[in-house]
């Protein structure tokens, strides 16, 4: 009787084993990806950035004018306003999308028409005012 209820614990203890193996193998490996610091390589493309900033133009344009007016901007987002191109405090649909994907364009490097991650985090840290200046510095030497 005692033999039965041991072999009964063993058996349930060995089903719960099996059952923590199995999503204790999907937790490692979602723990090893996490360690490797894996993160998928994104990649945009003009028409897919283009699309991006239209809905966000949709979202700040409130009053859906097609203008982003001063009380519309979005409070300490100097980029924005950047895109005045004419000085008059409102950014129109099209100094919008021109602006923007001229940002896409100083982002893709290679001119492939997409921008990677590596891509966005190269021009994130250059400083497109300073570019380099080969003949200024064959000048120099
Ligand atoms: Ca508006
Ligand atoms: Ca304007
Ligand atoms: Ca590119």
């Given at each position: ?12 203890a060995l089903l719960a084993t099996a059952c923590n193996n199995h999503s204790e193998e999907k937790r490692e490996a ?87 991650s590596e891509e966005r985090e190269s021009s994130r840290t250059e400083r497109p005012t300073t570019p380099t200046n ?8």
């Open positions: 009787m005692r033999l039965a209820t041991i072999g009964l614990a063993l058996g349930t979602d723990q090893r990806a996490a360690a490797a610091g894996f993160v998928p390589p994104s990649v945009t493309s003009r028409v897919d950035f283009g699309g991006m900033m239209d809905r966000r133009f949709r979202t700040l344009d409130r009053d859906g004018n097609d203008i982003i007016t001063d009380n519309e901007m979005p409070s300490g987002n100097s980029r924005i306003r950047e895109l005045d191109r004419n000085g008059d405090g409102e950014v129109t649909h099209s100094e919008f999308s021109e602006g923007t994907l001229n940002w896409f364009d100083r982002m893709d490097l290679n001119r492939d028409g997409a921008v990677t080969p003949v200024a510095l064959n000048n120099a030497n």
